[in-house]
């Protein structure tokens, strides 16, 4: 009676369990090991061997598709990281604001391939170019209400910008811009990076590069203080 109750109250998951503390357990029992029936999606069962090593094949497949996955992560990042080193060289040998501001733009869009940019200088903007890309706000972020919020924290936002905000930024523009990068430039003003594609710029995208970018431009634009 006793050893119909402790069968009884076995399960499934106590005997995997038991297996699991003693991995060498079908070496003891062979004729076990003979008997077991091992699962295949295909086909007819196959030994425990096989199927051991079958599943440490598809283990291995996995391992080896993240790997190549981490790689590529990491080649792109390294491509990226170069292209903000060279953007930021760049920027250092210009030797007038009006440069430093035309060759960050061009480089944004050559190099980094972005559909519009806006930097936002709270400055007067008499003796800088008139270009689409450039807005000079003399009041300073006062006369930005809405982007007061973003402006006291300070942290990049990415992905799609209220209608009003967009339309301060890209004027008639605006309806074209799926989504967006907004960055402080300091307390000199903001860069906003425009893109057609509603998924190039999200709420979880890595901002690490962005802020490097921004913060190259913010180092730049010190050198020449408004007059």
Same mark, same amino acid.
């Given at each position: 009676m006793a050893e119909m109750t402790l069968k009884q109250s076995l399960t499934a998951m106590d005997v995997a369990e038991y297996l699991r503390q003693h991995p060498r357990f079908l070496e003891h029992f062979p004729d076990v090991a003979a008997e077991l029936v091992m699962p295949r999606e295909n086909g007819p069962a196959a030994s425990l061997a096989v199927y051991q090593l079958e599943t440490l094949r598809a283990r291995n497949s996995e391992l080896n598709t993240r790997? &190549?996955?981490?790689?590529? +992560?990491?080649?792109?990042?390294? *491509?990226?990281?170069?292209?903000?080193?060279? =953007?930021?060289?760049?920027?250092?040998?210009?030797?007038?604001?009006?440069?430093? =501001?035309?060759?960050?733009?061009?480089?944004? *869009?050559?190099?980094?391939?972005?559909?519009?940019?806006?930097?936002? =200088?709270?400055?007067? @903007?008499?003796?800088?170019?008139?270009?689409?890309?450039? +807005?000079?706000?003399?009041?300073?972020?006062?006369?930005?209400?809405? !982007? &007061?919020? !973003?402006?006291?924290? @300070?942290?990049?936002?990415?992905?799609?910008?209220?209608?009003a905000k967009l339309a301060r930024l890209f004027g008639a523009d605006f309806g074209q811009v799926q989504s967006t990068a907004l960055l402080k430039i300091g307390h000199t003003g903001m860069l906003a990076i425009g893109s057609h594609n509603p998924n190039r710029f999200h709420p979880g995208i890595g901002t690490l590069f962005l802020k490097l970018i921004a913060q190259a431009l913010d180092a730049a634009i010190a050198r020449f203080p408004a007059t």
């Open positions: 790997l &190549a996955e981490l790689v590529a +992560i990491a080649s792109d990042n390294e *491509q990226l990281m170069v292209r903000v080193h060279t =953007l930021t060289v760049g920027l250092l040998r210009d030797d007038n604001l009006v440069d430093v =501001l035309k060759s960050f733009v061009g480089t944004l *869009q050559e190099d980094f391939h972005t559909d519009k940019t806006r930097v936002v =200088l709270f400055r007067d @903007g008499a003796d800088l170019p008139r270009a689409e890309w450039l +807005i000079c706000v003399p009041q300073g972020a006062s006369a930005l209400p809405e !982007f &007061a919020d !973003f402006l006291q924290r @300070g942290d990049p936002a990415c992905g799609r910008l209220a209608p």
